[in-house]
């Protein structure tokens, strides 16, 4: 369900530069409560950058951006607490080596949330079950496979209540046999109405899950349309291109 009030994330003229390079021009994308949006472009074309920008984990230079219609603070405990509100799910798992699965899930809604650790436990143990790792909750990262561990940072990122999670290439990393796995639990997510922010380059998951494709180049984002008429119908020279190469 797409609800039209206030959008999750606004950005609003967004202009970012890495010294010459200008990584981010006049971004303008909003991302409805309980929309799916899947972003897709060139290597290099901002799609990292753009996911970053929303949590703050890179600063902007020009522009706005609000999550669920509040400005993103520049630092302190308001960042912290808005960065929470915005799950993030990176290539690389990024789980911590030396806690356990249960830990790894625990330890934000503890320390950011101030959780009790009864609560933040049963929490995990649940999350865990609905992401299917759930007997692998005793076990250290590197004892789970790459499709389990991501699944551990999907529930990882849920137990925050996050108000939007972001997706940047969840499964590049993965062996074949592993990302359907790891798409299954995206998919489930969407269907519970969460709002999503995908990048990615499965089209089997843009076609079932998606709402939205934004396509973006050098920066910007030039194309945007529902799954089937971005793939059946492309309308730019870039995009018409990119498609001519993955597909
Ligand atoms: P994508 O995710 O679409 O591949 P990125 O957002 O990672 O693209 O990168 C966009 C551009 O910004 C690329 O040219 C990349 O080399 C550059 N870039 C990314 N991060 C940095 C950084 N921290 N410093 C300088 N340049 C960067
Ligand atoms: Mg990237």
Known sequence: MVDTATPMVAMRGVQKWFGELHVLRDIDFEVAPGEVVVV??????????????????????????EVDGKKLPAEGKQLAELRADVGMVFQSFNLFAHKTVLENVTLGPIKVRGVKKADAEKRAHELLERVGVE?????????????????????????????????????????????????????????????MI??????????????????????????????????????????????????
């Open 135 to 195: 007997a692998q909750a005793g076990k250290l990262p590197a004892q789970l496979s790459g499709g389990q561990q991501q699944r551990v940072a999907i529930a990882r990122a849920l137990a925050m209540d996050p108000k939007v999670m972001l997706f940047d290439e969840p499964t590049s990393a993965l062996d074949p046999e592993m990302i359907k796995e790891v798409l299954d639990t995206m998919i489930d997510l969407a269907k519970g109405g969460m709002t």
């Open 198 to 247: 995908v990048v990615t380059h499965e089209m089997g998951f843009a076609r079932t899950a998606a709402d939205r494709v934004v396509f973006m180049s050098d920066g910007r984002i030039v194309e945007e349309n529902t799954p089937e008429e971005f793939f059946t119908n492309p309308q730019s020279d870039r995009a018409k291109d990119f498609l001519g190469k993955i597909l």
């Open 40 to 65: 897709i472009g060139p290597s290099g074309s901002g799609k990292s950058t753009l996911c970053r920008t929303i949590n703050r984990l890179e600063t902007i230079d020009e522009g706005t951006i």
